[in-house]
C-alpha cells in the first residue's frame, strides 16, 4: 500500500513537470519565434494616371476629375500567416472622403510581401460641394490625402489567434499645372 502510494506520487510528479516544462516552451515560442507581429504597410508609387480641369471663372465653377495610380505593398513578418479582411483605401480632401477602392480579404503567407495597385477615382459631386475647392485650383495646388487600414489575425501555433493592425496616411499635393505629385509625407501606424 505505502509503496504503491509512493509510486503513484513519483509518477503524478513527473508527468505534471513533463506537462509545466510542455506549457513553458509553448509560452517561450509564443512570446519569442512566434510572437505576432504587425504587417507593414510601404506606398511605394504614387502617379496620376488621369487629370482633367476645367475652370469657369465666371462662374466660381471648377469641373475635376482625377484618377490616382496608388502601388501600396503590405509584407507579413511574421513566421505564420497573416489572414487579413475587407478594407477600403480612402481618398480624401480637407477630410472630405472623395474617392474609395475596395481590397477583398486575403491571406500574405510567412515573410512574403504583397502588392496592390490601386486605382483611386474622385467622386466629382462631392469634390465639387467643397468651398475651398477653388481657391486651392487657383493656387496651384491641391491638397489630398490617401488613407489605408489593413486589419487581420495571424495565429500563432495554430490556436491563439491576435488581432493585427496597421495603417497608412499619406499626405500630399497635386501641382495642378505641371499635373504631378508633390512633397508626399507618409505616417505608418501599427498596433497590435
Ligand atoms: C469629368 O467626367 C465627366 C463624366 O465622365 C465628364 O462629363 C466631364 O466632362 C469630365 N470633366 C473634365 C474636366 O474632363
Ligand atoms: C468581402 O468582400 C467580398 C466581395 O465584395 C464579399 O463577397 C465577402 O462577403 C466580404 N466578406 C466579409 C467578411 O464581409
Ligand atoms: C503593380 O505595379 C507595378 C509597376 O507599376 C508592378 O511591378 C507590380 O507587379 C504590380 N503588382 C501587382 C500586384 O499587380
Ligand atoms: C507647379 O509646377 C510648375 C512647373 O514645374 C512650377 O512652376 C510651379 O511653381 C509648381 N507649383 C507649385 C504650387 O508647386
Ligand atoms: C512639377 O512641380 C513640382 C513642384 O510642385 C516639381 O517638384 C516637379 O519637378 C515638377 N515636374 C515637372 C516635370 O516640371
Redesign the pocket.
Known amino acids: 500500500m505505502k509503496v504503491g502510494s509512493s509510486k503513484g506520487t513519483k509518477v503524478c510528479l513527473t508527468v505534471t513537470s513533463v506537462l509545466i516544462a510542455i506549457v513553458l516552451l509553448i509560452v517561450i515560442l509564443a512570446l519569442t519565434v512566434f510572437k505576432a507581429k504587425h504587417p507593414v504597410t510601404t506606398v511605394d508609387?504614387l502617379k496620376i494616371q488621369d487629370f482633367d480641369l476645367n475652370l469657369d471663372i465666371a462662374k466660381l465653377r471648377v469641373d475635376l476629375n482625377i484618377t490616382l495610380d496608388v502601388?501600396v505593398s503590405v509584407k507579413n513578418p511574421n513566421k505564420v500567416g497573416f489572414k487579413y479582411s475587407n478594407t477600403t483605401a480612402h481618398l480624401n480632401y480637407r477630410g472630405q472622403l472623395i474617392g474609395e477602392v475596395p481590397i477583398i480579404a486575403g491571406e500574405i503567407s510567412s515573410g512574403e510581401t504583397k502588392?496592390?495597385?490601386l486605382t483611386l477615382t474622385v467622386m466629382a459631386d462631392r469634390l465639387l460641394s467643397n468651398s475651398q475647392l477653388y481657391s486651392d485650383i487657383t493656387s496651384g495646388s491641391l491638397p489630398l490625402n490617401t488613407f489605408l487600414i489593413i486589419s487581420g489575425k495571424v495565429s500563432i501555433l495554430g490556436f491563439i489567434k491576435v488581432h493585427v493592425v496597421s495603417t497608412t496616411s499619406c499626405d500630399f499635393a497635386v501641382n495642378t499645372s505641371n499635373k504631378t505629385v508633390g512633397n508626399q509625407e507618409c505616417q505608418y501606424k501599427t498596433k497590435l
Open positions: 508609387s502601388d502588392g496592390f495597385n
